[in-house]
Structures are given as structure tokens and as C-alpha cells.
């Protein structure tokens, strides 16, 4: 949760409570350092303190809930973390149910938890409830997003095109198209999408680490390895581990597989509950006829939310090699 999504709604209805607010607010700089910091335990220490005299002030249920949750955005199955980061949020609704950030905060942690219909649900609340168009427009994208994961692609393409109309080079949205579109195996058209969305921010490590995924969903293996290659000699901490797993799939294919190997590897040492690595270590070591290992590989990837999360590949390769 950023600071600038949480921010927008500490506001005051009455005039006489405006400096108490005031103060709130500067109180909280001290918060926002401790969350940046991830000294999470100290972010809910802080926030305890500040409910005894701003107990009706929504932000503070929403911090604390975003410390419970240590601001992760990964899969998890721990329903403990659910339950009582969902308590905050609520209580944050319940004070206030028109406050956009909590519908938000919600919906992204109902996606962790691939409770993807109730993550729509409150996306479409922070639709209705949005006080301008840039709430409007990070709404209707998270709800996008969901969508195509649940498969609703004409819905999640609608959601898309109404972000187009109001922002006609808003990047993040043509490779969203872009991933919805390869998902249909309408693979020039995803390409395309996703090759302007670079045009519009040619920075942008995510989209080159999609067009990868375009290209070796086009089994064009050699591109895509050099592409991947732009985005892990980026060092861009947030993508680098999916690049590296991404070019190591597509090493396989090129029968580069001890280079494969170590950059699989090095993905899972970055980002060890990348469920999809653990699949392609197990692709791999399936090319390397370690069967045994690759099994493990497989269990693992499940465990950690594959069949949940992506599709039936891992539940197939166990049927096909480890079930015998």
C-alpha cells in the first residue's frame, strides 16, 4: 500500500476537529518512514498508540492492517494473515464506507488469497466510490487484472478500454491487453500490444519481461532470450527473478540447460515461493532425466499455489512422471 493511496482520504468532516486532524497527519510521517523501512512490528506498535486519541481516523485500521500483512502481494494460504488483516480493513469500512483506499487494500488482499470474485467485488466498489480520475483509473485496472485471471476477458478488456478513453497512453493497460490476448493465443495481436506499450515507457523492465513471455509463447526461444537478457542486465530488483526463470525456460527449449539451470536457480534464491520456477526446475531436470528431484520440484510448485494460482501443467506432469 503506498503512501499516496493512503493518503487520500485522512480528511475531516467538522472544523473543529481540523487541527486535531493536522496533527494526525504529521504524526503519521513517522509511520510512513517505518513502513518504507518494513519495520513492520514498529508500524503497529505506533499505530496502537495513535487509536487511543484517533480512534475514528480510517487510515490507522488500513496501516495497521497493511503492517499485519508485511505489505506482501504474494500468494499465500495463510488464513490467519487473512482473518485479522481483513478485521482492519473492515473496521477502517465500517468508520467510513465510502473510503476508496480500504476498498483497495481489500481487493488486493483478497487477490493474495485467490478469493478473486470478492477482490472484483471491492474493486467495483472503489469504482463507485472513486473521487477523481486517477482513482477512477488504478480501480479499474486492478479489477482488470482480476478478470483475465478469472477468465472474464471480454469483461477485463471492457474494464481496459474505459482506462484508454480516459487516459489514451496509459502503458500499463496495453500489456495487460497484451497478456489477455496471449492467453487467447492470439499471439501477433499480444505482441503488438506489448511492443507499444514499450513504445510509450521504453524503460519499463515488466514489459520487456512480457514481450519474453509473448515470444516463447510464440516458441521463438532465441528472441526471447535476448530480450531477457535486456531486462536481468537491467538489474531491476522487482522483475529480475521472473526474467531470469522466464529466460531459463527459454534455455531449456535451446538446450542451453546448464545455463537454464543456473538462472532458475538464481530466480528461486531471489524469490523462493515463485511457484512457477519450482515448475520449470522440474521441466528441466525432467530434460536431465532426474525424475526423482524433478518431483519434488512439482510438489513443491503446488504447494506454494500453482494449480491455484496458474493451470493444470504441474498436476499433469505429476500424473505423467511421478506417479508410477
Not at 486535531?20 to 503519521?28: E, G, T, V
Not at 496495453?174 to 507499444?196: P, R, S, V
Amino acid at each position: 500500500m503506498t503512501k499516496k493511496i493512503l493518503s487520500l482520504c485522512l480528511c475531516c468532516c467538522f472544523v473543529f476537529i481540523a487541527l486535531q486532524a493536522q496533527s494526525l497527519d504529521d504524526k503519521l510521517e513517522e509511520v510512513w518512514d517505518l513502513m518504507e523501512a518494513e519495520e513492520y512490528d514498529k508500524v503497529i506498535k505506533k499505530v496502537d498508540n495513535l487509536l487511543v486519541a484517533y480512534d475514528d481516523a480510517p487510515i490507522l485500521y488500513l496501516l495497521r492492517g497493511d503492517a499485519l500483512s508485511k505489505g506482501d502481494i504474494y500468494y499465500s494460504s495463510d488464513t490467519s494473515v487473512l482473518t485479522e488483516t481483513l478485521y482492519w480493513f473492515e473496521k477502517a469500512l465500517t468508520i467510513d464506507s465510502t473510503y476508496y483506499p480500504a476498498y483497495i487494500a481489500r481487493g488486493n488482499l483478497f487477490k493474495r488469497f485467490r478469493l478473486l470474485e470478492q477482490s472484483v467485488n471491492d474493486y467495483s466498489e472503489a469504482i463507485k466510490v472513486a473521487l477523481d480520475e486517477e482513482e477512477q483509473i488504478s480501480a479499474l485496472i486492478n479489477r482488470g487484472v482480476v478478470l483475465s485471471v478469472l477468465k472474464e476477458n471480454r469483461k477485463a478488456i471492457n474494464d481496459f478500454k474505459k482506462v484508454l478513453e480516459l487516459r489514451p497512453d496509459e502503458h500499463t493497460v496495453y500489456t495487460n491487453l497484451a497478456l489477455i490476448y496471449m492467453a487467447l493465443e492470439e499471439y501477433q495481436k499480444a505482441e503488438d500490444l506489448c511492443q507499444h506499450a514499450i513504445s510509450l515507457a521504453p524503460e519499463s523492465s515488466l514489459y520487456k519481461n512480457n514481450l519474453g513471455i509473448i515470444k516463447i509463447k510464440k516458441e521463438e526461444y532465441a528472441e526471447a532470450e535476448e530480450i531477457l537478457n535486456e531486462v536481468i542486465d537491467s538489474e531491476e530488483e522487482t522483475y529480475l527473478p521472473f526474467a531470469l526463470n522466464n529466460r531459463g525456460f527459454a534455455r531449456i527449449h535451446l538446450g542451453k540447460l546448464d545455463e537454464a539451470e543456473q538462472d532458475i536457480d538464481r530466480s528461486i534464491e531471489i524469490h523462493s515461493d515463485n511457484s512457477y520456477a519450482y515448475k520449470n526446475k522440474a521441466i528441466l531436470l525432467i530434460e536431465k532425466k532426474q525424475t526423482a528431484d524433478a518431483c519434488k520440484m512439482l510438489d513443491k510448485a503446488n504447494e506454494l499455489g500453482y494449480s491455484l494460482i496458474y493451470d493444470e501443467e504441474v498436476n499433469e506432469l505429476i500424473d505423467q512422471h511421478c506417479n508410477e
